[in-house]
């Protein structure tokens, strides 16, 4: 049993007996995730890690409810998902930004309506307001630059960038990340994490990392969940005395937290006034 070096915040995202599967083409059912229960206390990065196919990415998919279960809940502040309607459910994900590996931009959009999308499709915000958020969100990822380009002119580093700042754009406070830095070099991982944990440190956005990568986990997070086969194998504080780990891969994580000595935690501090929400 690890002793916590920090007692955690409540929660921001509560997965309660969480079920899905999938129908396979034979017709049977395919359990990715067996009634998973997991809280991701509120402004802390937390990383989902498990082997390929262990149910990380769907899980991920659960908290926004681009998956929807088959039984248990979702709650996100304090709002249980899975009793939304359409409309509620759609306002309740302005509250959860969401990038992927593969950056999921517009292509024939610019930067700036790649990152206006989410507020002109949300309909409630002038042109004025529209026009400063993107510029804001462009500065907090460092692009402000590439505000006209399009996405076929950038680097994928620079891609993933507008992919943040989109996300970024309605004032999320949870961000969603499917393997972020999968598809970059490892320079530019490193500074894509840099501005990951500048978004956590100085605006406080909860932040949840899926990634087969366990120098991101260990660079990045504060608390690590591990899968095997759509169930929780265990969760806990990196760098938290005391821990005996029953996964080969958190044994893996304390051996890189060792490597790097001894780690100070990620501080959660009060936001700068650059990156603060307007
Ligand atoms: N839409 C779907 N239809 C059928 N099976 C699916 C579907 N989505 C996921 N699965 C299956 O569910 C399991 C979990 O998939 P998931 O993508 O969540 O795993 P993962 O841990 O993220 O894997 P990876 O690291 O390879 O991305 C896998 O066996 C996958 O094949």
């Known amino acids: 049993m690890s002793i916590p070096l920090h007692e955690p915040a409540p929660p921001v995202i509560r997965l309660d007996a969480v ?59 304090g709002h249980d998902l899975t009793t939304l309607g359409r409309r509620a459910l759609r306002e309740a994900r302005q509250n959860i930004g969401m990038i992927f590996q593969q950056f999921n931009l517009l292509q024939n959009a610019s930067v700036f309506d790649n990152v206006a999308f989410p507020l002109k499709i949300h309909g409630r915000h002038s042109r004025a307001e529209i026009d400063t958020r993107v510029r804001e969100c462009l500065s907090i990822v460092g692009l402000g630059e590439k505000i006209d380009s399009h996405p ?55 932040i949840v990392i899926v990634t087969h990568e366990l120098p991101v986990v260990e660079a990045l997070c504060r608390r690590v969940a591990i899968l095997e086969h759509g169930r929780l194998a265990e969760q806990f504080e990196l760098g938290a005395p005391g821990g005996e780990r029953c996964t080969v891969l958190g044994r893996e994580i304390d051996a890189l937290v060792a490597q790097r000595g001894s780690r100070a935690p990620a501080s959660i501090s009060q936001p700068a006034n650059d990156l603060r929400y307007a």
């Open 19 to 77: 079920r899905k599967s999938f129908r396979l083409p034979g017709g049977a059912a395919f359990d990715a995730v067996h009634a998973l229960s997991l809280d991701i206390p509120q402004g802390e990065i937390f990383g989902l890690v498990g082997k390929s196919g262990a149910g990380k990415s769907t899980l991920l998919r659960l908290i926004n409810l681009l998956e929807r279960p088959d039984a248990g809940r979702v709650s996100v502040a």
């Open 152 to 206: 076929a002119q950038l680097s994928g580093g620079q891609k993933q960038r507008v992919a943040i700042a989109r996300a970024l754009a309605p004032r999320p406070q949870v961000l969603l990340c499917d393997e972020p830095t999968s598809a970059l070099d490892s320079e530019t991982t490193r500074s894509i994490l840099q501005t990951l944990r500048a978004i956590n440190e100085q605006l406080g956005v909860t």
